[in-house]
């Protein structure tokens, strides 16, 4: 009897999968060539700059966006009195949260010491009621996994944004460049949203309505600020105890890793969660549908994260040039940590959607104090230490994230390490192996690292297959299907 609607949501998830990545590739590249193009423009300080008024701003956007929106997707049936109503409560908290960080922004420059950030801060700070438009409509694509929409505005609004971005910074405009640049793409993802969605809210608010969704987002929204605060947390602390251009280097090392790390996590966050959602309350099916997931995941992530580890230096230097080499050693231990965001938010993702945003919640609460405890030990022996301990912070979310599954889908530690352990071992065994085989050539960064990549995916690609990894046989699955889909068109 439930042949149908799997094999039905089965495409659609596949679909949703392919648009998300196009969605989230397509972005984080664009942004990627012009971050790059901007690192040679500009200076260590400017990106230190920007990272430093990031952190009021992405906490001012969890605020917004937090709760009610996960609420609205976690809901099977939400209503257009649903929609509206949070519509205008997202729009009065940007303007609410706007107001307090412009009259904040002085004492904000004056902590860093650094006055350009008041105006700095000012200027960009616009960008959260921007944001707060189109909120709604993106929501509604996504419950719908209407990703090839979403993902055709996003590569338009991100192109346009870079365009105009890195033609200030070649007319000497300097950091305001990049913060003009954000404002244009957020502009332009508001009007195109609004011209593709159809939904337009109604003039009525509910506060019924907002108390129902706030008692599963209220929670989901605390989760999302302990979350942006720690991830945040480390570019405070090198922005005040260090300096704008330790927080340059760091910020570039960051944005680097965020390609591969975002590039997988949201994507499959996005995709997951509303799948998640129509399945919830069928434990073995949903479970089924986790340990698939998590077994693709593993497979891409461990892998691309070792990876990038070997090749770090001749990457930093291919993309940024040797003036910001000292990123390097800042990105490879973001990377120990990259290889298990994706598994964490898949699990986090199945608590969301069994509607247990308490246990997403009291979790988070242990797991940030963990997190928290370990930058602060880290930081009594420099950057690379702090780094080093919130990398090894994230294997403990692992344990934990594991032990709730076990109770939730009996999908616990035991299970998960026995599906993707020998991806992991085999991982770092063959970047052991590529770099002992290449440290010793005496060939230019740029041949080096093709010659790490082609050996690396060489080894894992053929040890997959002879191993039987089951990663490896779901992705040749679904190319495969996807390759027969495209010729039958």
């Not at 939904?199 to 989760?223: N, T, V």
């Not at 594991?402 to 020998?422: D, S, T, V």
Request: glycine fraction near 6%.
């Amino acid at each position: 009897m439930d042949i149908k609607p799997s094999a039905s949501l089965k495409q659609k998830t596949i679909n949703s999968i392919i648009w998300s990545f196009i969605r989230r590739f397509g972005t984080l590249i664009i942004s990627f060539i012009a971050n790059l193009i901007l690192a040679r423009l500009l200076f260590p300080k400017d990106f230190g700059s920007i990272g430093m008024i990031t952190v009021f701003l992405a906490i001012s956007e969890t605020l917004i966006n937090g709760g009610l929106g996960s609420a609205l997707i976690q809901k099977k049936n939400p209503t257009n009195i649903d929609y509206s109503t949070v519509f205008y409560w997202n729009l009065s908290l940007s303007i609410f949260l706007y107001v307090i960080l412009y009259f904040s922004a002085p004492s904000i420059s004056k902590f860093y010491n650094m006055p350009i950030l008041s105006k700095l801060l000012r200027v960009q700070g616009i960008i959260l009621i921007i944001n707060s438009f189109n909120i709604i409509q993106n929501n509604i694509l996504i419950k719908k996994l209407n990703f090839k929409t979403l993902a055709i505005r996003d590569l338009i609004s991100n192109s346009i944004g870079a365009v105009i971005g890195i033609s200030l910074a070649f007319m000497q405009f300097g950091v305001w460049s990049l913060v003009i640049r954000t404002l244009v793409v957020g502009i332009f993802n508001s009007i195109l949203l609004w011209g593709i969605s159809s939904w337009r809210p109604s003039f009525a608010f509910s506060w019924d309505s907002f108390k129902e969704l706030f008692s599963f987002g209220s929670l989901m929204l605390l989760y999302s600020l302990t979350d942006t605060v720690t991830n945040e947390l480390q570019s405070l602390i090198i922005g005040k105890k260090f300096s704008a251009q330790s927080l340059g280097f760091y910020t570039q090392a960051k944005k680097i890793h965020e390609i591969p790390q975002k590039g997988l996590t949201q994507p499959i966050n996005q995709v997951t969660f509303p799948v998640f959602s129509t399945i919830q309350d069928k434990p073995a099916t949903l479970k089924k549908y986790v340990s698939k997931s998590m077994k693709t995941i593993t497979f891409i992530s461990f892998p691309l994260m070792v990876l990038l580890i070997i090749i770090a230096k001749p990457l930093i230097k291919l993309l940024l040039s040797d003036k910001w080499l000292a990123s390097a050693p800042l990105f490879q231990l973001l990377c120990l940590s990259g290889m298990l965001f994706p598994i964490n938010s898949n699990c986090i993702n199945v608590m969301k959607a069994m509607g247990k945003s308490n246990y997403v919640f009291y979790s988070a609460l242990i797991k940030r104090f963990i997190t928290i405890s370990f930058i602060i030990i880290g930081l009594q022996f420099g950057i690379m230490a702090m780094i080093f301990f919130y990398s090894i912070s994230i294997y403990f979310w692992f344990i934990i994230n594991a032990f709730i599954l076990g109770k939730l889908i009996n999908y616990g530690i035991k299970k998960q390490i026995n599906e993707m352990g020998l991806t992991y071992v085999t991982s770092f065994i063959i970047g052991g192996i590529v770099f002992a085989i290449t440290k010793n050539l005496s060939v230019n960064y740029f041949m080096l690292m093709l010659i790490q990549i082609s050996i690396f995916i060489t080894f894992y690609l053929g040890l997959s297959y002879i191993l039987k990894v089951e990663g490896y046989y779901y992705l040749k699955t679904i190319t495969k299907e996807q390759i027969r889909k495209l010729k039958n068109e």
